[in-house]
């Protein structure tokens, strides 16, 4: 499977991007699949999880309220909309999914299959 981040780009605080992650080579409807970030000179982080469904959804605090993921099974595609932009939410943003059907976490090393990430840059 591959998967494939983009949407980032540089963007004034209070401002909104959405990250798209597409997948090609596996289906995803069976995954679960979460969206990390990593600054620099810091360990990758999770940001947000949805599960294989999408019926549910789980954040860190540090973006609860502002970022919402959701996911289009036919394109099979997972998005991260992110609002309220904040300097500190600067970092290369990644997918990825488990290799595990079904499942949903939110540690990294739960997560084997990952993207290549986008950088996501906000102004002050």
């Known amino acids: 499977v591959q998967l494939q981040a983009s949407g980032g780009g540089l963007v004034q605080a209070g401002g909104s991007v959405r990250l798209s992650c597409a997948a090609s080579?596996?289906?995803?409807?069976?995954?679960?699949v979460g969206w990390f970030r990593q600054g620099p000179g810091q360990e990758r982080e999770f940001v947000a999880v949805?599960?294989?469904?999408?019926?549910?959804?789980y954040y860190a605090d540090s973006v609860k309220g502002r970022f919402t993921i959701s996911r289009d099974k036919a394109k099979n595609t997972v998005y991260l909309q992110m609002n309220y932009l904040k300097p500190e939410d600067s970092a290369v943003y990644y997918c990825?999914?488990?290799?595990?059907?079904?499942?949903?976490?939110?540690?990294?090393?739960?997560?084997?299959?990952w993207g290549q990430g986008t950088q996501v840059t906000v102004s002050s």
């Open positions: 949805i599960s294989w469904t999408g019926a549910n959804s």
């Open positions: 080579g596996r289906t995803l409807s069976y995954y679960a």
């Open positions: 990825a999914h488990p290799s595990e059907r079904l499942a949903t976490y939110t540690e990294p090393s739960q997560f084997h299959f």
